[in-house]
């Protein structure tokens, strides 16, 4: 098993910037990709960002390209979102998952925590 905890988020004025942090324990040498998504209300959750275990392969969703930055700290073993010019329509309760297989689905899921963009 993998155990998720996240940390970070919270209000901020549009323009801002937050960062979000997901620490991985347990059989993390089974985890092959982490991702981070995200669920506003009444809607659907989206993809956000992913990249690989590794720290190489990441990927964003259109609507945070050049605004959000995905990372890995080896000596953490933590994946961070890096949240820049952050706009009203980025709020939303964001989660971090890791996945064993590259072409399954998400297996572990973090807490949620809430992110909140004032305009």
């Known amino acids: 098993q993998v155990q998720m905890v996240q940390s970070g988020g919270g209000l901020v004025q549009a323009g801002g910037s937050l960062r979000l942090s997901c620490a991985a324990s347990g059989r993390t040498f089974s985890i092959s990709r982490m991702g981070w998504f995200r669920q506003a209300p009444g809607k659907e959750r989206e993809f956000v960002a992913a990249i690989n275990w590794s720290g190489l392969s990441p990927l964003y969703v259109d609507s945070v390209k050049g605004r959000f930055t995905i990372s890995r700290d080896n000596t953490k073993n933590t994946v961070d979102l890096q949240m820049n010019s952050l706009k009203p329509e980025d709020t939303a309760v964001y989660y971090c998952?890791?996945?064993?297989?590259?072409?399954?689905?998400?297996?572990?899921w973090g807490q949620g925590t809430q992110v909140t963009v004032s305009s």
């Open positions: 998952a890791a996945k064993k297989d590259f072409a399954g689905g998400y297996d572990y």
